[in-house]
């Protein structure tokens, strides 16, 4: 079964330490002005999504993670991984205390993997 979305290993070890933190949490990818580009992690029930909203999948600790169907419309063709770097995170999201922030690293996927995913359309919000 193809993935629309993973995470390194350093970004899955912070997600440990935050869901040990804060409990169950997920992800969202808005497409906004401010940290449009950098998927924001909230402790699960304290974000909405919307009807629209894609659910590209789930990641460890069945941590959802959510993207905007606007940003989904540019994104569709790519297999994403959460990844983790030096530097200030989004003001809203967990990471923001620990001096680091998740990013998003993109590959195109193969036409096998494109085929697999049109036969299997994301759930939405």
Known sequence: MVQRVGLTEKAAA????????HGPVMFHQSGGCCDGSSPMCYP????RVGGSD??????????PFWMSADQFEYWKHTHLTVDVVPGRGGGFSLEAPEGVRFLIRSRLFTDEEAAALEAQP????
């Open 44 to 47: 699960r029930g304290e974000f």
């Open 14 to 21: 912070l997600l440990g330490e935050l869901t040990g933190q």
């Open 54 to 63: 894609v659910l590209l999948g789930y990641l460890p600790g069945d941590t």
């Open 122 to 125: 994301p759930p939405t919000g």
